[in-house]
């Protein structure tokens, strides 16, 4: 309004020309109303000097000059009377315009007299320092020294809000536009090095102007609080961030999450208090101001955490039960921050990276499995996650053709052996199988909301009925148990089997009488038989103490057809007729490779002593008969024995110094009893060939068949009808192969195993497919 | 060191004779073929096999011979058509050959063939096995006293001359 009256009158001058009476008489009375409120009650124009005075004073003490330069001497009296003045001509707000005006000349670049672009000077000298240096310290001084442009030109408060105001306004705006884009990284390193200082104390090398108590008021001064705000919350997230990798990395062993709150507390509220808590007046004002960001920062801590823990998940699932404490803080982490689906993935991906290829051990795989599948209940006891994360590894192990037995082999528990799968405290319970949700129940809950689709709620929790669950049916557990346990009773001698009788019975609770009666038998027959020897024994003496084991009941055997020679075979006719006549109704059949025997061999110049497995024995037994003999024609002796196993026996005798091989050449490999110790033998290659021998002996095969050569063993007979059936009806369908292999008996395999067979036999190149029917190769 | 402990085992009920009318005869022929096809799988000769057509049926098998090498029907390979009647084993199955055969013994043109074990020589005791080993034969060492196909046996003598 004051500046349009400003020009009125040459305005008015053009328009009077054509203006009517009556806007002349408005314009005079606007004009004298003008002259009127400046010159005042005045006497002539002595009002108007007295304003032009006070304007000119008030002026020269607005004008912003040079911080260096000497401060001028005011008389508040006349500068007071000089504001009141302007006051009542209503003058202030020009005094304002013109004030403000100055102010851009001084800090812009613009040219007003001496003190032109002070601030913009500065600026540049420490803008360009801390670029030299990258020091945050330059930076804080540059605040401090605009934080004292600022008092030096502030207008008094006196001269009321509307001033004060627009000088804060213009003074912020134009600091603002003369700092470079520099400034920001440089102020952020300044805002990291005083949380520094409050997070870790101060240092002798924490310069001077950070800790200065003055540059947050500063900051708020100058606006930079405001303005860069983010850039404040983002240095407090970095510095978390910072703060929880470097304490939280790879220890899992405490917990870290109520640590970190409490340093969150400790040291980065009081720092939170400079910027968020400005102007609080009392510490309850102050908590209310920091409720919504404190939160926020916290959140970030959890998030943070819980990203690290996620990438160290499987390490941490290796070291459990050592990491349990990192799983309850990731529990709670996960409370908070929503991240269940990226630790899914990470599992996923390391276990598929680390645990689920060929190099992998069975076992191994096995133990880490169990890990997870306790881990992930600290984490998540409805499962869900586990669920998620096992479908791989269950699968996996599914392919593995010596899971079973690994699972077999850590039920068994050994008790010297700590490295069960199976905790001993776990109390041993019946195999759980998955239960139809009881909706009667009145604590049913719902699904987990991220439950999959295949999920069960009430599936089998303890560690081996998941184990179990694995495979479809348990089944081919208790067969491979059965294997397991026929090798473990054949391999004790001392007669007692209270630790396979201990562990029946716990495998018994777990997987139910009925279908360990088989193992039951086994055990009974490892008693009986002792019975039974100790009966032939009292009848007449032998020196053989036979196992007898009942055939239906025992997994098969590896097949071998040695016939006992001399007095060996005579020792078992004896005890054969004895046997029969305790059990007449029963018939033995030796299965003499089996065992091992203690032999004596009185040579003429020495006495040799060995325990030998059975066809040693028999071979040896035949050099009492004639003192050379080829190798062709012992094994014609002792029936079906595979050459090289011949000839290791024979070999063993020979470490022994017993024989001497005298080979003209290979087909023809003869050996000779040494009734004598040949002059030329040393003593050194004796010993060292023993040893190799000995191990030689330990890495022999066991004499039960396993699941898996039973499974070969009867796949064999069923690819005879493969051939039959695809010689004489052409080629054919899986399905149809499937179909027609019911005529073989006890064939109880699935489509998906007949066509890995196929597949199989296809690569051996013995059939081949084309549009899904398979034909024989010819 | 084996015993086969009887008492243990469980023993099949002895099976009510009383009552065995015609389903319990289909059922023993049905055994005694899986039998003998089990058998014929398992006894791996040489240039002979058979098979049931279908798992429907298992009366209707299908079978090939390979001459035997150092023959004419050295290198050739036969089809041939089993159908065991309902009485099987105590009359004898109905065999044709397939692949048109020039053979003595054999009708060319509806591949019935002329062997006595076939006929009136038949005993319970053969089985598919013995019957394809006697084809088998029959291709190299025919017998020109009963010819079914008398071009063939013709050229036989001559060939034998």
Redesign the interface.
Known sequence: MQMRSHGFPCFVVEIIMAASEALRNQVAAKWQDSFNRLNRTGVGISGLMEFSKAWAVAAEFLRPRDLGAPPKDFNTHEIRSAFDVLMQCRMLPMLLESFVACLDMSICQRICGRNQHLITDDVTRFMTEYDASGDPDVIGRLVLRLADWYFAWAPGGELGQTISSAYIVNFQTHVFSVLPAAFAAGFKRLLAATLALFTEGATPGVPASVQDSRLWPSFELLGLADRYESLIASVCYEHIETHVLETCAGKWDEPMLSRLREWMAEKVVPWMLLPYARGAKTAEEARTMLQGVGSRFDFHVCKTLCDLRTKEMFDIVIDYPDSTHALHDLKECLQRVDQRTQLVRALRKSNKKRLLHPGADTKDILTQYVSLIRCLRVIDPPGVLLFKVADPIRRYLRDRPDTIRCIVASLVVDGESGDSLVDDDEPIQPLQSAQVDDYTDPNWEPEPIDAGPDFRANKPSDVVSTLVSIYDSKDLFVKELQVLLAQRLLAVTDGNYEKERRNLEILKIRFGEAPLQVCE?MLKDMTDSKRIDQHVQSQSSSVMH????????WPKFQSSKIQMPGQLHEIQEAYAREFMTFKP???????SH??SIRLEIELQDRTVGADVPPLEAAFIELFSEQDVWTLNDLIARVGTVERSAALKALLAWVDRGVLREETEDVDMQRFRLLERVPEDAGAGPVGITTAGSRTALAEEEPAVLTVQQQQAEQMK?YW??I???L???GGLPID?IQ??L????GYDRTVDQLGAFMDAARREGLVSVKDGIWRLNR | MEQITTSLVARPAPKSAVSGSGGDVTGSVTKRLSNELMTLMMSSSPGISAFPKSDANLFEWVGTIEGAVGTYYGGMSFKIAIHFPPNYPYVPPVIKFESPCFHPNVDIGSGAICLDILQDKWSAVYSVQTILLSLQSLLGEPNNASPLNTDASNLWEVSRM
């Open positions: 038998v036979p196992t007898i084991i009942s055939r239906h009941f109704d029963k018939k033995l059949r030796w299965l089996l065992g007979v005879k009808f051939e039959g059936m010689t004489n009806l149809r179909t027609m019911k005529f073989a008996q």
